[in-house]
């Protein structure tokens, strides 16, 4: 691996590496036009204060897997805090063993995303996370059954006034979802083109710099800029060239499903890209699992663009550098049942 980043040093960045400073200057300064760092702190949300009771809440109510009908899957299952927070699988697995229609993206950075879900169906995360919890083939349960199982236990009962003492009835579906939200917003992952964005040159190296390079003047960045580099716009699979069926599966139109208009049949969200060499498979399908691939048919497909071994090395090199710190988190230990609990089940129930 560190040869192939040398080999494409010499060939594609001679030019930056003999160039003077103000070269380096200008491609940061090119990049900061495109690209903004994390924040050093938790970002504030739309209508959800965050407090750290809220966030504490929100991290066993995260881990919690009796939010599913089965009492087996959690918010954690699909977007693992451990394994880049998604589940590194196809289409994720849920209630029954059954297998999901998507790809599970990162949970980590997901608060800078315009929207949720590869169709962006979701406005935010607190909407977000009320969707998993009711679908079918994720976790199968009802708000209903979720509320009385969280206030069938004191101690959540307890975690509910304290989040939201303002309220009579703390234990809600809505306030389950805010708290989660409140959790999530704290999944930064500040990362070394972070640092390279505030100032410090030796933050990248030369092949992730000729990567940078590339991947404004290729065209990515059209797509990928923003703090998330992507998670923002919508554009269709196949700009140029629409992907075999291996890779665009037919039967998924994509944000078509949300809005029925007939421009947006195979458009999706543009992906984030922060951490994107841990979170393989890659796209909505997950059919591709390596990088290199995925840049070149991006690059194709969107692009129409063919790009040479040694490039797409390069550009390869520079989303290396996406990969940030993860947050240390602490498993919680969640309440104990009571024998009001409702007891779990792996029915599946067809509509």
């Known amino acids: 691996m560190r040869r192939s980043m040398l080999i494409a040093a010499s060939v594609l960045g001679a030019a930056l590496l003999a160039a003077p400073p103000l070269l380096a200057d200008e491609l940061r300064k090119k990049a900061a036009d495109v690209f903004k ?3 050093s702190t938790i970002p504030a949300i739309k209508d959800n204060p965050i407090t750290k009771e809220k966030i504490e809440l929100g991290k066993a109510l995260f881990f919690e897997p009796r939010l599913s009908a089965s009492g087996l899957f ?7 805090v451990g394994t880049g927070g998604d589940d590194n699988l196809e289409t994720s697995i849920g209630h029954g063993w059954q297998k999901g229609p998507r790809n599970a993206p990162t ?34 349960n009802t708000p209903e059954q979720v509320v009385t199982t969280l206030k069938s236990m004191p101690q959540y009962v307890e975690w509910f006034t304290a989040a939201f003492s303002d309220e009579k009835d703390p234990v809600t579906f809505d306030n389950m979802a805010k708290a989660i939200e409140a959790f999530e917003a704290t999944l930064l992952t500040p990362a ?5 964005l505030n100032g410090d040159d030796a933050a990248l190296d030369e092949v992730q710099k000729v990567g940078l390079g590339l991947f404004m003047d290729k065209g990515c960045a059209a797509c990928h800029g923003g703090i998330n580099v992507g998670g923002n716009g919508y554009y269709p699979f196949g700009v140029i060239e629409k992907p075999g069926a291996e890779v665009l599966p037919e039967n998924d139109q994509g944000r078509f499903a949300v809005t029925k208009t007939a421009d947006d049949q195979y458009v999706f969200r543009a992906a984030p890209l922060r951490n994107v060499a841990v979170t393989a498979p ?7 699992w390596d990088l290199k691939q995925a840049v070149a048919i991006m690059s194709s497909s969107q692009l129409g663009t063919e790009l040479k071994a040694d490039e797409v090395d390069a550009i390869v090199a520079f989303l290396h550098s996406l990969t940030g710190e993860v947050p240390r988190i602490e498993y919680p230990i969640l309440p104990p049942e009571t024998a009001t609990t409702p007891r779990p089940t792996a029915e599946i129930v067809t509509p």
Request: hydrophobic fraction near 35%.
């Open 192 to 196: 070394p083109f972070d640092k390279y």
């Open 282 to 288: 890659y796209f909505h399908s997950g059919k591709v």
């Open 74 to 80: 959690s918010c954690n299952s699909c977007h693992n």
């Open 107 to 140: 949970v980590f950075n997901a608060v800078f995303n315009e929207a949720q879900f590869w169709d962006g169906r979701a406005e935010d995360l607190k909407e977000q996370a009320k969707g998993p919890i009711q679908a079918g083939v994720e976790m199968a």
């Open 37 to 39: 760092p994390l924040p």
